[in-house]
């Protein structure tokens, strides 16, 4: 059995991407290990925010690379969106994934086997308009919570931030999807779910029908075993009423929020 390991930069939107990515390839009998022990395949998801996420992605690399030379080393996350020439230049990289196409991260990853030239799967986030479905698989665990990513993507453009250009514009998570993850969750042991996002407030603006985020929340709150709901990031602005009044009346929706 191909040992695989995964290390993780960045925030809670790219920790779900990285347990996603972890449960695809259990699903198809690869074995986990931790990423400071020898692996046949490293994955690291890349972070950057900062000038900082971007060294400390290139160190990553490089260490994956000194660990085991004949291993494939797969680079995924923003760093790898914004600048991938940069990072296929890095020597012993084998695959470049951006924040997207990740669902095919282990059929590319087999593709290398049978090829001896670096894939570069990195592209235009821009012109990505659909939430990618790359649900977590319930992997076993000893924790109770999960954190699952509803939003991807952000229209706001701020002169400060790098986000838009590596996430790409806004794109929402179907709500029956949210609900089959959430309920897959529930009957692997996960009995508190973090709902993530990139521009979590704005969630839903783009679908046809416009649901909120507190739309979400009732649909979760149908699911009898889920016991407690909390949020990522939300800006204040972007707190409805009604969300306040599910806060307020529904003791498995958890009062407090992170404001940015």
């Known amino acids: 059995m191909k040992t695989v390991a995964f290390t993780t930069l960045g925030c809670r939107v790219n920790q779900y991407d990285t347990d996603a990515m972890k449960g695809l390839f259990l699903q198809n009998n690869y074995e986990a290990v931790d990423f400071d022990e020898k692996a046949d395949i490293y994955v690291i998801n890349t972070c950057s925010v900062t000038n900082m996420g971007e060294k400390k992605s290139r160190q990553l690399i490089r260490k994956a690379k000194r660990q085991n030379e004949d291993a494939y080393v797969i680079v995924t996350g923003c760093y ?79 002169s400060f931030c790098i986000i838009p250009y590596t996430r790409g514009k806004l794109k929402s998570r179907k709500i029956e999807d949210i609900v089959e993850e959430a309920k897959r969750l529930v009957d692997h042991g996960f009995h508190e779910i973090v709902l993530t996002g990139i521009h979590l407030g704005n969630y839903g603006v783009e679908l046809p029908d416009r649901p909120t985020l507190a739309d979400v929340v009732k649909a979760l709150l149908e699911i009898p075993e889920l016991y407690r709901i909390r949020f990522g990031s939300i800006e204040s602005v972007e707190v409805s009423d009604e969300l306040v009044e599910l806060m307020a009346t529904d003791k498995r929706v958890c009062p407090n929020l992170h404001l940015p």
């Open 80 to 158: 790898a969106q914004l600048d991938p020439d940069a990072i296929a230049a890095i020597d012993g990289v084998n695959l470049v994934i951006g924040t997207n196409n990740r669902s095919k991260i282990v059929e590319l990853v087999e593709q290398l086997e049978s090829t001896e030239r670096q894939i570069n799967a990195v592209r235009d986030i821009m012109k990505e308009s659909n939430f990618e479905e790359m649900p977590l698989f319930g992997n076993e665990s000893d924790k109770a919570r999960a954190f699952m990513k509803i939003q991807e993507g952000c229209n706001n453009y701020c």
